[in-house]
């Protein structure tokens, strides 16, 4: 039996390959003067050239089309041509899928320029292109990064429920879910009260790491926000790690080490994919810098952490300084918009920024009040050209806080009397943060738009495939 390999098996170990018979299958991405095969398998962004022998079979010949799916067997060799290492000398072809090149004039797989947009509306085919390729195996890796750097520093994959009674960010932006075809009595709804797609597993990894120290969520979480940005959707990705006797500066430092082991990780893993990104974002990009470069830049210098009430102070002087005009006007206790945190990063600070103690009516319940009793420990890290990519706090620990806040928040504080009884039963400080892995896949790919780093996205009035 002749053995199978994938594309970027044969590349990677090629002097072993060399003069060896061997398998593979793939699209074809072009055929030309009739014997060259340009394959692609999406194991690497890298093409195979299979040399079709002379006098090939003509019926075979004629269902050799872009777009076709085939197995080849054939000998490896050198190749003489420079653009690659190797070919596939193959007479020996079987078709699995023909396309029709009528169909493909319509389609995203039609080799020329089709814009992001285009891409979208034929997500189910995007898979093919080399862009969309190389965006979800960067997300591929990083997925596992993610997973790789909580797992050798001793924290628990924790999987908290997708259906919830409980609004853990206080707003009322969730979906329902019901069986019931007229809503009239929640009682006779499947879990027999009024249930949601969650926002969030923090309150239920809160109790987990009261028991196992370490622990972190990595799954997805649905907002009902009518937020048509290029950083919005309504099914996102989100980590959240939980981490037990953590106080809010212990929080920060993990946040930044795990962002930044992330980048190095992704640089090293994902380079070929990542160099073919830094061209685009070139090309895509006014102000020309590349990614790759803006991904080495972040590993350089240390966040810059400063405090809420001091940016208020940093961009009113600047308002005055520069005769600058931001479309919120800058007063304490407002929250920050996006105007605000991009000029900040992008203008002012030119790094990632920390910014820690919010007051507390903009921030959620579950946040430790500070003893100004205006401020809480709330922290965000904001990202050049994404603004807002971790929201993160230190805890309420103590009952009779907690209480009032939940009071304060409106909530229905019967519906949280597990979470409560956590502060009742050996309370300790803890704290996490939640990183929004789409946004972050957006920042390391240099995406513009988050729809074009998620396979199928959700966002309001769109829910296909
Ligand atoms: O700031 P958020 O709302 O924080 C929480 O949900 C906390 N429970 C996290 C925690 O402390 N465990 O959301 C966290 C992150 C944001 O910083 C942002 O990166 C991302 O989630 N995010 C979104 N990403 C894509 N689309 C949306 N609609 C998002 N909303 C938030
Ligand atoms: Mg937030």
Known sequence: MIKKYSIKELLNKWDFFLNKKVLVEGWIRSFRYSIFIILNDGSTINNLQIVLSKNFDKTILEKITIGTSIKAIGIITKSIGKKQLIELKSSDITIYGVTNSKDIQK?????KKHSLEK?????????RTTIFSCVMRVRNHLSFSIHKYFQDHGFFYLHTPIITTSNCEGSG??????????????????????????????????????????????????????????????????????????????????????????????????IEDLLFLNEHSWSNCNKKIYLIDKLKTILKYPFKRISYTKVITILS???????????HPII??????????????????????????YPSHIKAFYMRINEDRKTVKAMDILFPGIGEI????????????????????????????????????????????????????????????????IPFPRTPNHAEF
């Open 332 to 357: 304490w206790g407002m929250d920050l918009q996006s105007e605000h945190e991009q000029y900040l990063v992008d203008n002012y600070f030119k790094t990632p920024v920390i910014v820690f103690d």
């Open 173 to 270: 932006k969730m979906f329902q879910v019901t069986t019931l075809v007229n809503k009239v009595d929640d009682t006779k709804d499947f879990f027999k009260c009024k249930t949601y797609l969650s926002v969030s597993g923090q309150l239920e990894a809160e109790t987990a790491c009261m028991g196992l120290g370490k622990v972190y969520t990595f799954g997805p979480v649905f907002r009902a926000e009518n937020s048509n940005t290029s950083r919005h959707l309504s099914e996102f990705w989100m980590i959240e790690p939980e981490i037990a006797f953590y106080r809010l500066k212990e929080n920060m430092d993990l946040a930044e080490d795990f962002l930044k082991s992330i980048i190095k990780y992704i640089l090293k893993n994902s």
């Open 119 to 127: 891409l979208r509306e034929q997500a189910h085919l995007r898979f």
């Open 107 to 111: 389609s995203i797989l039609q080799p």
């Open 390 to 453: 971790v929201g993160g706090s230190e805890r309420e620990e103590r009952y009779e806080i907690l209480l009032e806040r939940i009071k304060e928040a409106k909530i229905d504080e019967k519906k949280l009397w597990w979470y409560l009884e956590t502060r009742i039963f050996g309370t300790v400080p803890h704290s996490g943060f939640g990183l929004g892995f789409d946004r972050l896949v957006q920042f390391i790919t240099g995406m513009h738009n988050i729809r074009d780093v």
């Open 317 to 327: 002087n600047e308002e005055k300084k520069r005769n600058i005009k931001f479309s």
